[in-house]
């Protein structure tokens, strides 16, 4: 199976700054790179798509880029609503889909 | 309004069973693949199952492989989840997951439904 590393697993960040979260995957999955926000006692909402592609809803200071084996989710300026945990998931047709371990986003 | 609506949780003995249902709502059922997502107190997300439309492709995780049975019913606008052989750490809140056309992203989540497995 293929095998998704976050990192880094946790970081502190402030309102208004920039913040980068890496995902990294054992093989290449092409763009088949998802990403999702995640809040306590809440089910996961989709922020990307096929690496790079915003869900409709979702505001535009999330953005996504990358392909093949790494992969990264930029919050442009961070938001009091976006300090959450953060899931990148793979789907590679050949390997079932799996997700990274989290990134949890904190003040 | 689209949604999914999970039922069928609850507390279970080791080696016991639970079907888990998933209903849909808002949206053409039959048009998607649906899969189920499980995550531990506390933890991340496990990918455990998922269904083609059509029921004719159906994947496992390999934790769960030749324990659990996905299915579908297209007319109720259900799915299911068959658990036998329930372990300690099939422990877990389970969600159905609506996949996305041609991306293998999930869109639409349920809310969960709480599985706990203990003597």
């Known amino acids: 199976d293929i095998q998704m590393t976050q990192s880094p697993s946790t970081l502190s960040a402030s309102v208004g700054d920039r913040v980068t979260i890496t995902c990294r995957a054992s093989?290449?999955?092409?763009?088949?790179l998802a990403w999702y926000q995640q809040k306590p006692g809440k089910a996961p909402k989709l922020l990307i798509y096929?690496?790079?592609r915003l869900e409709s809803g979702v505001p535009s200071r999330f953005s996504g880029s990358g392909s093949g084996t790494e992969f990264t989710l930029t919050i442009s300026s961070l938001q009091p609503d976006d300090f959450a945990t953060y899931y990148c998931?793979?789907?590679?047709?050949?390997?079932?889909?799996?997700f990274g371990q989290g990134t949890k986003v904190e003040i | 309004e689209v949604q999914l609506v999970e039922s069928g949780g609850g507390l279970v003995q080791p080696g016991r069973s639970l079907r888990l249902s998933c209903a849909a709502s808002?949206?053409?059922?039959?048009?998607?693949?649906m899969h189920w997502v499980r995550q531990t107190p506390g933890k991340g997300l496990e990918w455990v199952s998922g269904?083609?439309?059509?029921?004719?492709?159906?994947d496992y995780a390999d934790s769960v492989k030749g324990r659990f049975t996905i299915s579908r019913d297209n007319a109720k606008n259900s799915l299911y989840l068959q658990m036998n052989s329930l372990r300690a750490d099939d422990t877990a809140l389970y969600y159905c997951?609506?996949?996305?056309?041609?991306?293998?992203?999930?869109?639409?989540w349920g809310q969960g439904t709480m599985v706990t497995v203990s003597s």
């Open positions: 997951a609506r996949e996305t056309f041609d991306s293998g992203a999930f869109d639409i």
């Open positions: 808002g949206f053409t059922f039959d048009d998607y693949a």
């Open positions: 269904i083609t439309w059509n029921s004719n492709t159906l």
């Open positions: 093989q290449s999955v092409s763009n088949w």
């Open positions: 096929k690496a790079s």
């Open positions: 998931q793979q789907y590679d047709s050949s390997s079932p889909w799996t």
